[in-house]
């Protein structure tokens, strides 16, 4: 077993018998659910809608060597300048450069998953920029030096009393401070951050084919600031974010939102198409988007998985998870967490290292249920797990284990070479520590049942 894979299975256990965390997600599941029951009963034909959904992110992700250029010769005509980076490492070294040319020492950033994937905050730290989050959640997270938990909602691990302990510690506001209060507090330190920040780092919910446009999707309209103050702005993307016309955004945006917080749409949208232009009073001088690969090509190889590639990052499929519900957004240690994070981390960062991660799921289904772009999530789970065993990546004795296994269970003679006392001799030699100190290993018969079938025939006969 990796090392990654025992940390993943100590903190895993640890989590699931916290149970002021178990307290905390189930209240805050609990009213996203009662949300999201209302955002989608808006929807007059909502199957229809995730089936069209999923038909166009199909096509998209099948043609990603169309649409992506036709982003890239829409956005240039605007003025707009695109980066191509191949992993983390190369858009780290671009937007560095774009830093040191306009000699930026601060940065104020939006909510965004690619640049948590890139680890861009502490690369810039590294170079001497400040990065400060402007999205309420990722900004408390910031404060406790912490990472997302979850892809919409990064502090959903916190109740509102451990957040007004925080910024009572550290803002010095009162220990009993109401949400409204502390958001009020969050507000005047972030303002003035705005006004002096060099540069505003976004991610994107879409990119837009036919009119080179990234669209933005928030809730506090932190994001809009971050993309006008600024002198320059940079989008991180994901190259599968991609939809292929301006028009498509009445079916992404109501399904994001719904899906994601239970809105009919989430409060500010913006679509931004390049920078500032010569008779525009508002907006950056320079608008730079980083093309994103970063692993997604490798998915897009696998002809079955790549379907994963249509995730619109609603968050919809960790909300569901009792597995995420119980083990927590930290436990998975990495950007993507839940069911999602579970069938695309092993692709973007290695299966030797993740493949864990496909058996992190109970099997129910209930992620491909809720997911609006209807990604066959828990199908995908069985496919890396095949592909796993497939490379050679489990342990040798494993792999002996089933194919013993298999021999024995298809040769009738050979189940029936040994008694119940030897099978469970073996199952708790080689199974015990796999099957869980929580679960009592199941008691093999002592006479198998086609032996006393045999027997009973005899006696009756007799
Ligand atoms: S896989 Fe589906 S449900 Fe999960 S985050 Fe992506 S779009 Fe949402």
Redesign the pocket.
Known sequence: MTKVAADFLEQADEKAFDLAHRKTISFNIGRYDAAVARGLAKFENLEGSKRKAHVIKWKVIENLDKFLPEFEANFLKRGGKVIWANDAAEAQKEILAIMQRAQAKTVIKSKSMTTEEIHLNEFLEKHGIESLESDLGEYIVQLLGQKPYH?VTPAMHLSKEEIAKLFHEKFQTPIDATPEQLTQKARELLREKYLRADVGITGGNFLIADTGSVALTENEGNARLCTTFPKIHIAIVGIEKIIPSIADLDLYWPLLAS??TGQNLTVYNTLLSGPRGPHESDGPEEMYVVLLDNGRTNLLAQKEQRQ?L?????????N?CPVYKNIGGHTYNTTYS???GS?ITPHFKGMKEFKHLSYASSLCGK?SE??????D?HQMLLLNRRDAAAEHQNPKAEEIGWKLWKKGMLKRSWMDAVGGKFKNFLLQKFFKKAWGKYREMPQVAPKSFAKQWEEQKKTKLE
Not at 310 to 318: D, K, M, Q, S, T
Not at 370 to 375: D, G, Q, S, Y
């Open positions: 892809i899906h994601g994963a249509n995730c619109i990052r609603c968050g919809a499929c960790l569901a839940g069911p999602i069938i992620c809720v997911c609006p772009v209807k990604i999530i």
